[in-house]
C-alpha cells in the first residue's frame, strides 16, 4: 500500500513546493523584498508599518518616469553629486543627504523660494552666513555648489549634535531645528515616521529616499539604459 501512495504523495509534496517558490517569485513578493532593502541614512525603514510602507509606494511612485519625465535629474545628478558626496563624506555625513540638493533645487542655483531661500541647498540667508557663506548685495556663496555644500555640511553636523539622528536631521533641515524640538516634545515621541508633522515636512525623507531610488535603480522606475526611453 505504501508503494502505492509514495509516488502520489511525492507527487503532491512536489506541487506543494513550486507553488511556494513561484508565490516567493511573484512581482508582490519581489517588490516586498526590495522594500526591505530601502534605507535612508543607513538606517532602515520600518516596512512594517503599513502606512510607512503606503506613503513610501506612493512617492516612490510620484518620481517615476511617467509622472517625471526628467532626464535632467539623471543627467545633474551624473554630474554634480560625486563632489557632493565626497565633500559631505570629509565631515562624516551619511551620503545619502547629498539627494538633497535635487530635492530642495533640482540643483539650480537660480531657485529661489517667496521667503528668501536660495541656492542649490536653498539657505535662507541668515543661515547661510552663519555657517560661513557671503550674502549680500556683491556675493551670493549660495549659487557657489562647492561653497554651500561646504556649508550643507557644517549645518547637517550642527543639526547631528542637537538630534542624534539622522532621519531627524534630515526633517530638522527642512522644518528648522526649534520647529522640530517643539514637535518631538509636544508629542512626547522621537521618532521621525511617528511624528505628526506640516505636509511638507512628513513628506521630506520619503522624496529624499524616492529620489535616491530613482536616481539609483533608474530601470526600476521606467527608465532605460540610456536614461532615455521609458520602459512603459
Known amino acids: 500500500m505504501g508503494s502505492i501512495e509514495d509516488p502520489y504523495k ?5 506541487y506543494a513546493v513550486s507553488k511556494i517558490k513561484e508565490r ?13 532593502t530601502i534605507t535612508f541614512a543607513n538606517e532602515c525603514l520600518p516596512m512594517e508599518d503599513s502606512f510607512v510602507k503606503r506613503k513610501l509606494s506612493k512617492y516612490l511612485s510620484n518620481f517615476s518616469f511617467k509622472k517625471q519625465q526628467s532626464h535632467f535629474l539623471h543627467e545633474k545628478a551624473a554630474k554634480h553629486l560625486p563632489s557632493v558626496s565626497k565633500i559631505l563624506m570629509s ?20 531657485v529661489r523660494s ?10 535662507m540667508p541668515q543661515t ?6 557671503k550674502v549680500n548685495s556683491k556675493v551670493d556663496e549660495r549659487l557657489d555648489l562647492v561653497k554651500s ?17 539622522w532621519t531627524l536631521v534630515a526633517a530638522a533641515y527642512n522644518v528648522g531645528g526649534g520647529s522640530l524640538k517643539s514637535s518631538l516634545r509636544r508629542q512626547g515621541v ?7 508633522l506640516n505636509s511638507e515636512t512628513a513628506a521630506y525623507v520619503y522624496k529624499l529616499i524616492s529620489v535616491k531610488e530613482v536616481i539609483e535603480n533608474p530601470e526600476m522606475y521606467g527608465y532605460d539604459e540610456n536614461l532615455r526611453v521609458s520602459k512603459g
Do not use: M
Request: avoid cysteine; charged fraction near 25%; aromatic fraction near 20%.
Open 190 to 196: 522621537d521618532n521621525y515616521y511617528e511624528l505628526r
Open 149 to 165: 555644500t561646504h556649508a550643507a555640511a557644517r549645518y547637517l553636523q550642527y543639526l547631528y549634535s542637537e538630534f542624534g539622528d
Open 10 to 14: 511525492q507527487k503532491l509534496i512536489a
Open 24 to 36: 516567493e517569485s511573484s512581482p508582490e513578493k519581489q517588490l516586498e523584498a526590495y522594500y526591505k
Open 91 to 110: 565631515y562624516g555625513i551619511p551620503e545619502d543627504f547629498k539627494y538633497i540638493p535635487l530635492v530642495e533645487s533640482g540643483l539650480d542655483a537660480g
Open 128 to 133: 547661510a552666513r552663519l555657517f560661513g557663506l
Open 114 to 123: 517667496h521667503k528668501g531661500a536660495g541656492g542649490y541647498w536653498q539657505f
